[in-house]
């Protein structure tokens, strides 16, 4: 087996539409399809040969992109910091519903139920779709970076919208003008393709193809700016693994396990697409389960499955026409069987030749024994300056973005604000003067956020208004002890005060930084809660 591997940069948005979203968007799915890279060296094969369209009686046309024993296109995945292709994330991995991954300095742990089932978790979480890769001791998570854009259908002679009229004669809907949306792999992103061939010959035409030229399109809506990859780091392997562990490190094991690395298409036996995990309570064997005594030439017993199921479509170029939509596994679906004596080529073969159908385009690659530890620690990556933020040169241009920033900053206080009133108010007694008392000072310390002017009141109340703010709770708190919590350290009633920090291209704000301080936002911002405390208090005439 020869691998050729290759980096695609994405030059602009890049969009390979998935059955995701509503009727009116486009949504990309989080790779580049194998389906597409192939394609895309079909169209410079055909350039290059000066074709119209293929020739499938050529043996050379059907061994280099029709025949999954000759030739497979594996999906495109993320490149880690480190540079190495990343793999979905296994649908086995669960973690505690609490456990959030908020920045780059925080770690959660990962249990993973293929291999242990974690009692000691109350409410296990599926911590969530995307890629990883194992960095050290530690396992990183990826996610793509998207981008989404509003487009409207334009009338393709008059280059604008047209108004919309029912047709009188056929009661139809006539005219250009609908919204719709593109949700796009985001540019400036790195994903490593790999190709599988059988021959040396293939190789060396499909190394020449690649090196035509680096420049590549992919996917739909290329006209409008989509689409445009560079194509670098062109290698070719007579060994590769595309989970860097060799096989006989992973026969020795308490059970057998397939982990799918990408989606999987199979039909039952009636012929029909069937989307059925594997049980010890079903009669018939599940088709997964035909599929691989098939070619390990054994009786599987199943024993548990973490799957999930997805739609697979296309579109035919030479047809013009989308593919029929079909069901499938989803990509990081586990399956576990009790133990069996394997073999390392019987291994190596079902690796190498994946199961299902369109495998040639990448489907059904699978990984026997993968996953091992029964938890783990997991972080985000290092953060990276080098992102797909533009720079900006021009004064104008930053002064620009600094406003756009602060408003989004402005935006986000206004939502915590929002939220910490949806908590439960004044427990208690207190009269409504007192109430307006605070309130009254509060609005008066709000023009200049000092905030020193709420705390002398608080410290100068007579001693049966005091006992009042004493006595009336919020949580667990005297409503004294809370306001006076609050007004010395203004972030305190943010949960999250990293989670408000906004970026616009090189520009940053966040709740801690000098234009915050300067403008005395959470000053400001206490200030008004501690109004909106007061007044539904007031209303609710505790």
Not at 443 to 469: E, H, I
């Amino acid at each position: 087996m020869k691998i050729i591997t290759f980096s695609l940069h994405t030059q602009q948005p890049l969009l390979a539409t998935s059955f995701k979203g509503d009727p009116n968007s486009d949504v990309s799915y989080s790779f580049i399809p194998g389906s597409m890279i192939r394609g895309g060296l079909i169209g410079r094969y055909m350039q290059q040969h000066q074709l119209s369209e293929l020739d499938l009686s050529k043996d050379t046309v059907k061994y280099l992109f029709f025949d999954a024993k000759s030739t497979c296109y594996l999906n495109a995945y993320l490149l880690s910091q480190q540079g190495n292709r990343t793999l979905p994330v296994p649908r086995s991995w669960f973690k505690d519903k609490d456990a959030e991954l908020r920045d780059e300095s925080t770690e959660i742990t990962v249990y993973d139920f293929s291999v242990n089932r974690a009692d000691e978790l109350e409410s296990p979480k599926f911590v969530g779709e995307g890629f990883w890769t194992t960095e050290g001791s530690c396992v990183r998570f990826y996610k793509e970076k998207r981008r989404i854009n509003i487009h409207n259908q334009r009338d393709r002679k008059k280059g604008r919208s047209t108004q919309i009229k029912r047709d009188p004669q056929t009661n139809q809907l006539k005219g250009e003008g609908e919204i719709f949306r593109y949700e796009a792999i985001d540019a400036e992103q790195t994903f490593q393709a790999v190709i599988l061939c059988t021959s040396e010959e293939n190789v060396k035409l499909l190394k020449d193809l690649l090196q035509i030229s680096p420049e590549l399109w992919l996917g739909g809506s290329q006209s409008a700016g989509y689409g445009h990859t560079k194509i670098s780091d062109i290698n070719c392997h007579d060994a590769w693994d595309e989970v860097s562990i060799p096989i006989e490190d992973r026969i020795d094991s308490d059970s057998f396990t397939i982990t799918l690395l990408s989606d999987m298409i199979l039909r039952d036996e009636w012929g029909q697409y069937a989307v059925i995990p594997p049980s010890a309570q079903h009669q018939v064997p599940a088709p997964i389960t035909k599929e691989l005594e098939k070619i390990l030439c054994v009786k599987l017993q199943p024993q548990i499955s973490f799957a999930s199921h997805t739609l697979i479509g296309g579109f035919n170029r030479k047809w013009g026409l989308p593919l029929p939509q079909v069901p499938a596994f989803a990509a990081g679906s586990v399956f576990v069987f009790e133990n069996i004596s394997l073999d390392p080529k019987q291994i190596q073969q079902l690796e190498t030749q994946g199961i299902g159908e369109r495998r040639v385009e990448g489907f059904g690659r699978v990984v026997v024994n993968w996953l091992e530890e029964a938890d783990f620690q997991a972080k985000q990556p290092d953060p990276t300056r080098n992102s797909s933020q533009p720079a900006l040169k021009q004064e104008s241009s930053r002064s620009l973005a600094a406003q756009m920033a602060e408003r989004l900053l402005l935006q986000k206080l206004e939502q915590a604000l929002q939220k910490q009133m949806g908590y439960p108010g004044i427990r208690g007694e207190i009269t409504n003067s007192q109430l307006s008392r605070l309130l009254l000072v509060a609005r008066q310390a709000l023009t200049t956020g000092d905030c020193d002017l709420v705390l002398s009141l608080l410290n100068n109340l007579p001693a049966n208004a005091s006992s009042q703010f004493e006595r009336v709770r919020i949580g667990t708190n005297s409503l004294k002890q809370k306001l006076d919590g609050w007004l010395r350290n203004p972030i305190s009633w943010i949960s999250n005060p990293q989670d408000l920090t906004v970026r616009v291209a090189e520009i940053e704000r966040s709740v801690t930084d000098e234009f915050a301080i300067k403008n005395k936002l959470a000053e400001k911002y206490t200030l008004r809660l501690i109004m909106a405390v007061a007044k539904k208090a007031m209303k609710e005439e505790i």
